[in-house]
């Protein structure tokens, strides 16, 4: 029976992939991507020739029920993201459920994710820990960190470029300035790196050195932090 496949690729080294994933997406029918040029050029790096479509957050919903239909009439799909595992911070939660709904296989396989590294990496507890992903841009945002200051465990947050340095402002604002924390960017990448101290300590630091890329922020639990 046919049954959709969720392949995790590299957050940054191209190296970073499975024998196991490669060999899924060659043998599948069709490949969903998030987006089609960036897996091409992961498909290309392994010899890879595969036909493609677009599935990203902007089609998905639209197109989730004629994949689950091509799925049941025998078709294997593989479903991945520009980078890490799909459905964390990235589409394939909708497609997944449909699936689930109407009786298809799911198989996903275990892979690159941001997150994991930048939390073991922080140097703070990871025996409990909330991934909250993206903030909210605007709607609900300052009751929602104010949510998670209440937290006692490490928290997971990731973030862009332009709204680091506002973030953390914010963090300082409901958690403390004290608080520690670790900020992980640019993972797997050339130019990693990984920098800790406390809220206000951090805030200062990118203030000093500012820097492009894709950022996980790491937070200690307030007991963690006394």
Do not use: W
Not at 112 to 130: E, H, K, M, N, W
Not at 152 to 181: D, G, N, V
């Amino acid at each position: 029976m046919a049954r959709l496949y969720l392949i995790p690729t590299p957050i940054g080294n191209i190296r970073d992939i499975t024998l196991r994933a490669l060999d899924v997406l060659k043998e599948v029918d069709l490949i969903l991507a998030e987006d089609t040029r960036k897996t091409g050029i992961l498909l290309k790096h392994y010899d890879i020739s595969k036909k493609m479509t677009a599935h990203h957050q902007h089609n998905e919903h639209k197109a989730v029920r004629g994949i689950v239909d091509r799925i049941q009439g025998g078709v294997n799909i593989a479903l991945v993201t520009d980078a890490g595992t799909p459905g964390i911070s990235d589409p394939g939660f909708l497609l997944v459920r449909e699936c689930i709904r109407a009786g298809v296989e799911v198989e996903c396989l275990p892979g690159p994710t941001a997150f994991i590294p930048a939390l073991v990496c922080s140097g703070l507890p990871a025996d409990r820990f909330l991934f909250e992903g993206f903030l909210p841009a605007k709607k609900g945002r300052k009751s929602r960190i104010e949510e998670l200051a209440g937290f006692h465990c490490t928290i997971i947050i990731y973030e862009s470029t332009h709204r680091l340095l506002k973030t953390l402002e914010e963090l300082a604002l409901y958690f403390s300035p004290e608080r520690q924390a670790s900020i992980s960017r640019e993972l797997t990448k050339v130019y990693e790196e990984t920098v800790r101290g406390t809220i206000s300590e951090l805030s200062e630091y990118y203030k000093s050195h500012p820097v492009k890329g894709e950022f996980v922020i790491i937070l200690s639990s307030e007991m963690a932090s006394q």
